[in-house]
């Protein structure tokens, strides 16, 4: 009897790894097309929407990097619904397809000097379906790996943004690559493309380890009569509110960074691939750390590591930026981004299976896309736009410090609304 329990037991943790390998894998690749557009937005902004300033250039690239997450809510409603009436695996495999056809279309879209407007054209529209993938990427990976194990539950969603984490050290290190080893024409010419090649090649790979996926949830068990869209905003108004408002922190941090090598390069007379391998060596730190908070998460709850990086986050983004460009090095560049990264990463590292936690299965999916996406598109997609615009508006180069601040004191706020609400997964 021992013998034949040990034996079944190893099948099924090596089924629990494999997944977590196959749904971070794809998350990664679908992650990896959004960042690396922001990190190789200003060589984008000259290419696709040139005009008389640079700087109005810029922010016509940074707006279109902010409308893609306006579409976001849209594939939440749809892809998070149709994982939940039709299951997680289905609505992943079919963000990825998307995913993958958007960016053969940024890949090889000529620019506006080749074929006019219909370059910036086609470049929004593919942004825009990148946006509706990942809009139910988020809630249909999160549920799937929230619901593997309930007693790893913080562990095993934690790989939601570990594998975002991935993607980011994947696009920093195109970033930095492309930046040391091309000459600007050779950039400008077919560099920025390579990184989006690059997500095709791997993208097939990503679908196949998908379709092995084994469902977390009964699809012939009886369907609820209402739809999950109309269950949650009937009946779970306030924990779509609190999971929300949990991720404004995550997600205005996390793009925040995708500024920086823009940032560095533009305000604080830094080379781009210096903020390149900053951020790939803070990116590198979050695929370790996050894991380690959510099973920390799993033993100490969930909210008060959030807590407590919240607070630090709010306290240190002015002094940091302050001290950053008071007399801008390398070094300090490394220490801001790598300080606020470690920061994000304890901040998100027990954050999906918190908001895991706050909706009831049968509507789990649609709960963490649309929560997820409203925040994103409200506050995180925009900014590098908003730190654009607050830097040329008061004139300092430290006010993307005031937005970091803004989002921690939402984010707190959540907490406590989560908090209060406490857990109702099954």
Do not use: C
């Not at 590098?384 to 410090?401: D, K, R, Y």
């Amino acid at each position: 009897m021992q013998a034949r329990s040990v034996k079944s037991a190893r099948p099924h943790k090596f089924m629990k790894h494999g997944d977590i390998a196959a749904v971070s894998i794809g998350n990664a690749l679908d992650w990896f097309e959004i960042v690396v557009y922001g990190y190789f937005a200003g060589i984008i902004s000259t290419l696709f929407f040139p005009a008389d300033t640079p700087g109005v250039s810029l922010l016509l690239t940074f707006l279109t990097f902010g409308v893609t997450f306006v579409v976001r809510p849209f594939g939440a409603v749809v892809l998070g619904a149709y994982a939940d009436q039709y299951g997680r695996k289905s609505a992943i495999q079919l963000s990825i397809v998307l995913m993958t056809g958007a960016s053969a279309a940024i890949a090889f879209v000529p620019d506006y000097s080749s074929i006019g407007i219909l370059a910036p054209a086609i470049l929004v529209a593919a942004r825009m379906v990148q946006g509706f993938a990942v809009g139910g990427e988020f809630g249909s990976a999160t549920a799937f790996l929230a619901e593997k194990d309930a007693t790893r539950r913080g562990y095993l969603a934690s790989w939601q943004f570990a594998s975002q984490g991935v993607a980011a050290v994947l696009a920093t290190g195109f970033g930095f690559a492309i930046t040391q080893g091309l000459t600007a024409d050779e950039i400008a010419s077919w560099g920025w493309r390579v990184p989006f090649v690059f997500g095709l090649l791997i993208a097939p790979v990503g679908y196949y380890i998908r379709r092995r996926l084994i469902e977390t949830i009964d699809l012939n068990a009886p369907r609820p009569a209402r739809s999950p869209v109309t269950a949650l905003f009937s009946e779970h108004k306030r924990r779509l509110i609190a999971a929300t408002g949990l991720i404004v922190l995550g997600s205005v941090a996390t793009y925040t960074i995708v500024f920086m090598p823009t940032y560095a390069a533009r305000h604080l007379g830094l080379t781009a691939s210096h903020s390149f391998a900053a951020a790939f060596t803070t990116a590198s730190i979050q695929v370790v750390v996050v894991p380690f908070v959510g099973l920390l998460s799993d033993r100490w709850g969930r909210l008060p590591i959030s807590t407590v990086s919240a607070v630090a986050v709010a306290l240190l983004a002015y002094p940091a930026f302050a001290w950053l460009a008071g007399a801008p090095t390398v070094e300090k560049l490394f220490l801001a981004q790598i300080t606020l990264g470690i920061l994000t990463a304890l901040y998100v590292g027990a954050l999906p299976a918190l908001m895991a936690e706050l909706f009831p299965a049968r509507m789990r999916a649609t709960g963490l896309s649309v929560s997820y996406s409203v925040a994103v598109a409200v506050f995180g997609g925009f900014a590098p736009f908003i730190s654009v615009w607050l830097i040329q508006a008061t004139g300092s180069i430290i006010a993307p410090s005031y937005y970091l601040i803004v989002a921690s004191l939402i984010s707190l706020a959540a907490l406590l609304m989560a908090h209060r609400l406490g857990r109702v997964a099954d």
